[in-house]
C-alpha cells in the first residue's frame, strides 16, 4: 500500500510543486495553480483598468487649464499701473510700463510667490524673500534662481490682448 | 478668476461665441428666434397638454355631429399647434373656458367664425414674425394679393411643422407656376434644410447615448434660424441661393462636431465593453476554479 | 522571494502584535461551512454590500468636483458629465449603483422572507437588516436631490410632501426635513451633509453588526426553529462546504455579472441630467424615483391620515416580522399562509409602481390615445386616425 502514490494535491510539500511531469490525467492542483494565475493576472488587468479612470478623473480637466486668450481693455490700464490676469490658469502680470506693455507670468522662480509691480523703482518685486526683477525679466537682486517668463503679448487700437 | 473653476461654466461657451460671430448677420431677430425655439421645446410641449382637457370649444367641438364642426378639432389635435398650446381661440377668439354657447361664441371677445383671407397673415404674424415680414413683401403677398396666404399652404387646422414637401401640394403651386421652377425651388430647399435636419436626428441619437449635443444643435437652431429668417418666404430664387450658399459654409463645421460626437460614443462603448469583457472572463475563471476545488 | 517576504513580514508582526491569533480567528471564520442548501439566490446581500463599496469609492470621487449649492450644484454636475475626463461615467456608476443596490436589497429582504431566516435565533439580524434598507432608501432619497434638475426637484418635493400627512407633528416634520417651506438651498445643503456624512457612517456601524450576527449565529438552516441548530462540525458532516472559497466564489461570480450588467446599462442608456430645477415651474407627472413609487401611489387611493398611519403600520409589521410571525417552519412549502400573504404583498407592490408609473400620462393603444389620470385609470381622450387623405379647407367655427 506505501508504495502507490498518494493522490496529487494532499500532502504536497510548500515550494516543491513539481512532482508529476507527465501525466495525460488532468492534475487537480496544477489545474488549480493555472487557474490561480488566470485569475491573479486577470485581477492585475482589471484593477489597472479600474484605476486608469480613477486616476484620469482626478487630473485638471481640459477648461480648468484657463483662457489661451485674454483681453484687457487698454483704459483700465493707465501708464505706470500693473493688472494680474488669469492666464492658462497661471497669475501673469501686465504693466503699462513709460516702454510699452510687457507680460510676464507673476509666479516667482525661486518659491512660488506672486511678483508685484512697483512704479517707483521700475522693478517688479517678490514679496516673499526680496526677489528683484526688471523690466526684461532678468535678476537684478535677491534669491532667485532665474529669469521671469515672458509671455506673448500683443496691442490693438483698444485692447491689449495676452496670447495667440 | 472665473477661469479656474467651473462656477461660472457654461457647456461650450467659447465654440459657441465663436460661430455666432461668424454668423452675426443671421442672429439680428434671435428674440423672435428664442420665442419660436421656446415653443419647440420639449419642455414647452410637456407643461402644454395640461391646459388642453380645459379648453370648452374643444370639449363641445368634438362631439358635434356636423362634422364640418367637429373635424376641425380632430385636425388640430394632430397638429404642431396643440403640444405648442395654440388653441381655437388664438385665431378665432371667444371664450375657450364658458361652457355658454353664448358666452364662449362672445362677439365682443373678438369671435369670428371665419377669419378675414387678407389678414390671415397678420394672425399667424403674431407669433411667426420674421415669416410675414418676408412674406409681405415677397411676389406671394405684393400689392396687397395675400395670396397664397399662410393657410393656403401650412392648412389651417392641421397646422404641420414646416417641410419641404409643403412646396409640392399641387393645388396650391401648380396653377401659377411651372414644375419646373418648382423642383427648383423644392431642391434648394432641401439643399438649405435637409442638412439641419439630419444634425438634429443625429443629435438626439448621440444625446440618447449621454453624450452633450447642445453645441451641435445651437449650431444647427442658428443655421436653420438663418434659413427661416432669410429664405423660407422670400419666394424669390435668387435671393435663396444666396442664403443657402452661405449656409453651406457653415454645415461641413457642424458636420465635424457631430463626428467628433460620434466618435466620442463609441470610444465610451469600447471601454465599456472592455469591462464588460473582463468581468465575464473573471467572473468565467472563477468558476472553472470553483469547480476544480477539491471536493471536501 | 515575495514568500519569504511576506513570511518575514508575518513573523515580526506576530512578534510584536501577535496578528496570528488575529489571522487564525479569521480563517476559522472564513472556513466555517456553510448549509448545503445555499444556492444562487443568498448571494444578493454580497452583491448589496459590493454596490455600497462601489457608491463609496465613485461618491469620494464625484465630490471632488460637487458643489453642494442651489447655484452651482446643477452646474457641477453638468461640468462632471461633460468636462472631466470619465466624469460621465463616475456620475453614471453613481446613479445606476444607487438603482442597482436598492433593487438587489430589495430581492435580498426577499429573500430571507421567503428562506424563514429571520427567525429565532436571528431576530437581531433582522431588525439590523431592516435598518439598513431604511438608511439605504435614505442614501437614495437624499441623494435623489442633489443633481438639483427638475425631475430631482419636484420628485423630492412630492416625496417630502408625503411625511406632512403625519398625524400632529406632519407640518413640522416638514420644515425640519425641506429646512423651509420649499426646496432651497437649506434643503440642498442638508440633504448633501446626510448623503455624505451622516448616512455612510450610520451605514458602516449598522452593517458591520449585521455582518458580525450572521457570522455568529451562522447562515440559517431551512429546518424549523423546533430542531436544534447544527454545530459546524455536523455541517460539515452533512455535506456543507466552507465559506471560503466555495461560497465567495459564488458570490463573486454573481457580482460580477450584476458589474457587467451594470456597465451595459451605463453605456447603450445612460441616465440622464434633465434641466435645472425651476421652483416657479412645475413639470407634468411629478413622481419619485421607482423605489417609493408603489407607496406614493397607494397614498393617492386613501384619505392622507389614514394612508400614512397605514403604510406607517405596514412598515412596523415588516419591521417586527420576527415578533409576531413565530411559527417554527423555515421551508416556504411548509408555511403556506405567510408564502401566499408575501406574494401577494410583492405582486400588489408591483401593481402600484406600475399604476404610478403610467398615471398622468398619454399613450395610445389600439388606434386610441388614452390620458392616465392620476390614479392610473385611462380616460379615451382621441381616436388616432391616418392624416386625412382630403384636407378640409373651410373654417369649422362658422355660425
Redesign the interface.
Known amino acids: 500500500m506505501s508504495s502507490t502514490p498518494k493522490p496529487p494535491g494532499t500532502d504536497v510539500p510548500p515550494g516543491k510543486p513539481r512532482k508529476s511531469p507527465g501525466k495525460t490525467r488532468p492534475d487537480p492542483v496544477r489545474r488549480r495553480r493555472f487557474l490561480r494565475k488566470c485569475l491573479g493576472a486577470l485581477g492585475g488587468v482589471g484593477f489597472l483598468m479600474a484605476v486608469y479612470p480613477l486616476i484620469r478623473y482626478i487630473e485638471p480637466p481640459p477648461e480648468a487649464e484657463g483662457a489661451n486668450r485674454v483681453e484687457i481693455d487698454k483704459a483700465s490700464l493707465p501708464p505706470g499701473t500693473s493688472r494680474t490676469v488669469i492666464y492658462r490658469g497661471r497669475p501673469t502680470i501686465v504693466v503699462n510700463t513709460s516702454d510699452g506693455y510687457i507680460a510676464y507670468n507673476a509666479v516667482c522662480p525661486h518659491l512660488g510667490c506672486v511678483v508685484k509691480w512697483e512704479g517707483g523703482t521700475q522693478s517688479l518685486i517678490c514679496p516673499c524673500h526680496g526677489g528683484k526683477f526688471g523690466t526684461d525679466g532678468s535678476v537684478q537682486g535677491g534669491p532667485i534662481p532665474g529669469p521671469l517668463t515672458a509671455v506673448e503679448l500683443s496691442v490693438s487700437d483698444d485692447k491689449i490682448i495676452i496670447g495667440a | 478668476m472665473s477661469e479656474l473653476t467651473h462656477a461660472g461654466y457654461r457647456p461650450g461657451a467659447g465654440a459657441w461665441n465663436a460661430l455666432s460671430a461668424r454668423t452675426a448677420e443671421y442672429t439680428a431677430r434671435s428674440a423672435v428666434i428664442l420665442l419660436l425655439l421656446l415653443v419647440w421645446t420639449p419642455a414647452g410641449s410637456a407643461t402644454a397638454q395640461q391646459a388642453v382637457t380645459t379648453n370648452t370649444c374643444v370639449s363641445c367641438h368634438a362631439d358635434l355631429d356636423d362634422e364640418d364642426m367637429s373635424l376641425p378639432v380632430a385636425e388640430w389635435q394632430r397638429s404642431a399647434h396643440r403640444p405648442a398650446d395654440i388653441a381655437c381661440q388664438d385665431c378665432h377668439g371667444g371664450n375657450p373656458a364658458s361652457m355658454v354657447e353664448d358666452e364662449a361664441h362672445d362677439v365682443e371677445r373678438d369671435f369670428v367664425g371665419l377669419p378675414d383671407p387678407y389678414v390671415v397673415h397678420e394672425l399667424c404674424g403674431e407669433c411667426h414674425q420674421v415669416q410675414m415680414e418676408n412674406y409681405v413683401p415677397s411676389p406671394h403677398g405684393l400689392e396687397g394679393d395675400f395670396w397664397p396666404n399662410c393657410v393656403d399652404c401650412h392648412e389651417n387646422h392641421e397646422v404641420v411643422f414646416p417641410r419641404a414637401s409643403l412646396i409640392s401640394i399641387p393645388d396650391n403651386c401648380e396653377d401659377c407656376h411651372e414644375q419646373e421652377i418648382m423642383d427648383d425651388f423644392i431642391a434648394l430647399t432641401d439643399r438649405g434644410l435637409e442638412p439641419v435636419n439630419e444634425f438634429r436626428r443625429a443629435a438626439e441619437e448621440i444625446r440618447s447615448a449621454g453624450v452633450p449635443v447642445d453645441l451641435i444643435l445651437a449650431q444647427a437652431s442658428l443655421a436653420r434660424d438663418a434659413y427661416i429668417q432669410q429664405a423660407s418666404h422670400v419666394f424669390v430664387l435668387d435671393k435663396m441661393t444666396a442664403v443657402v450658399d452661405s449656409l453651406e459654409q457653415v454645415y461641413p463645421r457642424i458636420q465635424k462636431e457631430v463626428n467628433t460626437a460620434r466618435t466620442e460614443v463609441d470610444t465610451r462603448r469600447r471601454f465599456g465593453w472592455m469591462f464588460i469583457g473582463l468581468f465575464l472572463v473573471l467572473a468565467g475563471v472563477i468558476w472553472l476554479y470553483r469547480r476544480a476545488l477539491p471536493e471536501d | 522571494m515575495i ?1 519569504r517576504l511576506s513570511n518575514a513580514l508575518y513573523h515580526w508582526l506576530d512578534d510584536r502584535v501577535e496578528i496570528s491569533i488575529v489571522i487564525d480567528f479569521c480563517h476559522r471564520q472564513l472556513t466555517k461551512p456553510v448549509p448545503r442548501h445555499l444556492n444562487w439566490l443568498f448571494s444578493f446581500g454580497t452583491v448589496t454590500l459590493a454596490f455600497f463599496l462601489s457608491q463609496a ?1 465613485s461618491g469620494v ?1 464625484l465630490m ?2 460637487y ?1 453642494a449649492s442651489a ?2 450644484a446643477y ?2 454636475v ?2 462632471i ?10 456620475r ?1 456608476v453613481h446613479s445606476y449603483g444607487a438603482n442597482f443596490m436598492i433593487a438587489f436589497l430589495l430581492l435580498h429582504s426577499v429573500r430571507v422572507f421567503f428562506y424563514g431566516g429571520y427567525k429565532k435565533p436571528r431576530e437581531l439580524t433582522w431588525l439590523f437588516g431592516f435598518a439598513l434598507l431604511c438608511v439605504t432608501l435614505a442614501f437614495g432619497f437624499t441623494g435623489y436631490l442633489l443633481p438639483w434638475d427638475q425631475l430631482s426637484y419636484w420628485g423630492t418635493t412630492v416625496g417630502t410632501e408625503i411625511a406632512a400627512a403625519t398625524p400632529v407633528i406632519g407640518e413640522y416634520l416638514l420644515i425640519l426635513m425641506r429646512g423651509g417651506e420649499i426646496i432651497s438651498d437649506v434643503t440642498l445643503t442638508r440633504f448633501f451633509m446626510a448623503h455624505v456624512v451622516l448616512l455612510p457612517w450610520v451605514f458602516i456601524g449598522l452593517v458591520a453588526v449585521h455582518l458580525v450576527l450572521i457570522r455568529y449565529k451562522g447562515i440559517s438552516p431551512l429546518e424549523g426553529t423546533d430542531v436544534p441548530e447544527k454545530t459546524p462540525e455536523e455541517l460539515k458532516k452533512a455535506g456543507g462546504k466552507p465559506f471560503y ?2 461560497h465567495v ?2 458570490e ?2 454573481v457580482v ?2 450584476v ?2 450588467s451594470m ?2 446599462m ?3 442608456y ?1 441616465l ?1 441630467l434633465h ?1 435645472k430645477a425651476d421652483p416657479f ?1 412645475t ?3 411629478v413622481r419619485p424615483e421607482w423605489y417609493f413609487l408603489s407607496s406614493y401611489q397607494a397614498l393617492k387611493y386613501l384619505p392622507k391620515t389614514i394612508g400614512i398611519i397605514g403604510s406607517g403600520l405596514v412598515v412596523l409589521a415588516i419591521c417586527l416580522l420576527p415578533f409576531w410571525d413565530r411559527t417554527p417552519a423555515r421551508r416556504p412549502s411548509r408555511r403556506p399562509v405567510a408564502t401566499s400573504l408575501g406574494i401577494m404583498f410583492i405582486v400588489l407592490n408591483i401593481v402600484l409602481a406600475l399604476l404610478g408609473k403610467i398615471s398622468e400620462t ?1 399613450m395610445t393603444i389600439m388606434g386610441t390615445r388614452y ?1 392616465f389620470d392620476i390614479y392610473g385609470w385611462p380616460h379615451a ?5 391616418e ?2 387623405a382630403e ?9
Request: charged share 20%; net charge negative; glycine share 8%.
Open positions: 514568500r469609492v470621487f471632488i468636483y458643489e447655484d452651482t452646474e457641477s453638468r461640468y458629465m461633460e468636462q472631466v475626463r470619465f466624469g460621465w461615467l463616475m453614471q472559497p466555495q466564489m459564488k463573486a461570480i460580477l455579472l458589474l457587467a456597465i451595459f451605463i453605456i447603450y445612460p440622464p434641466e415651474n413639470p407634468v407627472g398619454e390620458h381622450i382621441a381616436t388616432v386616425e392624416p386625412a384636407p378640409d379647407t373651410g373654417d369649422g367655427g362658422t355660425e
